[in-house]
């Protein structure tokens, strides 16, 4: 009988160890599991043209932010082509399909278009990060908490950009005052006639110069809708007016600059004979346009980085869908017009730009 009792004891301890072990097993299976299938925050972005190189570089970017932080974040791309149209029907789509975080890059940056985006996320409370040239106005981003706009010294860019033109001015003169008469004789290549961003670009980079006591001579000022065709076509015609009379074109970006170049190529210049070489100068710093400048081909352009603000819109971004603070875990400042992030702007001409690894 005592040993029938040991038995009974001896089993209803044993019944009572593999319960705990399996609901120890369980409850750690479980909460493994809620770790293993957390969803990543989904992100739409819109960018304003695919095809531009700059922003097709900053998308590349932003996709190696999601490949280092698998399993955080997912970000989903979208163009905007160029048009104001598709940019209103995407950015509805995007806020339909009740994304987490919204990162736009829009066409039209007016007033009642900033207004009526972030009025429609507030309605399904999602948080919205505008990363633009410049923004008409502010107060409709302080009505919802979860908006943010961030930008970099968009004034600084075209300055260097002036620079570049003021350094090679004072270094050989001769080189690019061909004719001797104490100006510079240039063509303006815009990007759009109502771009707030074209306006500051042509702006500063010629009031650079001017401050510099270097006088100008605008010769002509074209629009080419940030178009690299457009460019080339207008300096391929240009040159039949003006030929070696052009001293400097500028332009608002690398792709417009690249279309200057390959247009004077057609007439045999910019080849690497400084006698045969105007100056052309840019803004990005492309790769492509790197080469250009290595060759001699392109005087400079101010490099831009793009993996700085691809991590500058990711990381606002994830804190506002994370609902922290704005700035929380950076070194970003908050600025009356929005968040600050850190330039990394530099000027590259042949002697600046870093070498190529051996």
């Known amino acids: 009988m005592k040993l029938l009792r040991k038995i009974l004891f001896l089993i209803l301890v044993l019944v009572i160890l593999i319960i705990l072990v399996t609901s120890f097993n369980f409850k750690t299976i479980t909460a493994s599991s809620n770790i293993d299938t957390k969803k990543p925050i989904r992100v739409g972005v819109l960018l304003y043209n695919f095809?531009?190189?700059?922003?097709?570089?900053?998308?590349?970017?932003?996709?190696?932010?999601?490949?280092?932080?698998?399993?955080?974040?997912?970000?989903?791309?979208?163009?905007?082509?160029?048009?104001?149209?598709?940019?209103?029907?995407?950015?509805?789509?995007?806020?339909?399909?009740?994304?987490?975080?919204?990162?736009?890059n829009i066409v039209e940056p007016r007033e009642s278009v900033v207004e009526d985006i972030i009025n429609k996320a507030k309605l399904k409370n999602i948080p919205v990060v505008l990363f633009i040239s410049t923004i008409p106005n502010l107060d409709i981003l302080k009505t919802y908490p979860k908006a943010a706009y961030i930008f970099s010294d968009y004034k600084e860019i075209p300055i260097l950009e002036g620079q570049i033109i003021?350094?090679?001015?004072?270094?050989?003169?001769?080189?690019?005052?061909?004719?001797?008469?104490?100006?510079?004789?240039?063509?303006?290549?815009?990007?759009?006639?109502?771009?707030?961003?074209?306006?500051?670009?042509?702006k500063y980079a010629i009031e650079a110069i001017n401050n510099?006591?270097?006088?100008?001579?605008?010769?002509?000022?074209?629009?080419?809708n940030w178009n690299r065709q457009i460019a080339r076509d207008a300096i391929t015609?240009?040159?039949?007016?003006?030929?070696?009379?052009?001293?400097?074109?500028?332009?608002?970006?690398?792709?417009?600059?690249?279309?200057?170049?390959?247009?004077?190529?057609?007439?045999?210049?910019?080849?690497?004979?400084?006698?045969?070489?105007?100056?052309v100068v840019g803004i990005d710093a492309l790769p492509e346009v790197q080469e250009l400048i290595r060759k001699g081909y392109m005087l400079g352009s101010v490099f831009h980085n793009p993996r700085t603000e691809a991590e500058a819109i990711y990381n606002i971004g994830m804190n506002l869908a994370n609902g922290k603070n704005i700035?929380?875990?950076?070194?970003?400042?908050?600025?009356?017009?929005?968040?600050?992030?850190?330039?990394?702007?530099?000027?590259?001409?042949i002697e600046t730009i870093p070498k190529l690894p051996q």
């Open 51 to 104: 095809e531009d190189v700059y922003f097709s570089l900053l998308r590349k970017n932003l996709e190696s932010i999601q490949k280092e932080n698998e399993n955080k974040v997912e970000f989903v791309f979208f163009d905007g082509k160029t048009n104001a149209a598709t940019q209103h029907q995407v950015i509805d789509n995007m806020i339909s399909d009740s994304f987490d975080l919204l990162l736009l």
């Open 166 to 202: 003021v350094d090679a001015w004072n270094k050989d003169k001769g080189f690019i005052d061909k004719n001797g008469d104490n100006k510079l004789q240039y063509i303006m290549l815009k990007g759009r006639e109502s771009s707030a961003l074209s306006k500051t670009r042509t």
């Open 212 to 224: 510099a006591g270097i006088q100008t001579e605008e010769l002509e000022t074209i629009v080419t």
């Open 237 to 279: 015609s240009l040159f039949l007016q003006y030929g070696p009379d052009i001293e400097a074109i500028i332009t608002n970006d690398d792709s417009l600059a690249i279309g200057a170049i390959e247009a004077l190529q057609k007439y045999g210049y910019n080849l690497g004979n400084k006698s045969k070489t105007i100056a």
């Open 327 to 349: 700035t929380e875990g950076t070194n970003y400042k908050i600025d009356p017009l929005g968040v600050m992030i850190p330039a990394e702007f530099k000027i590259y001409t």
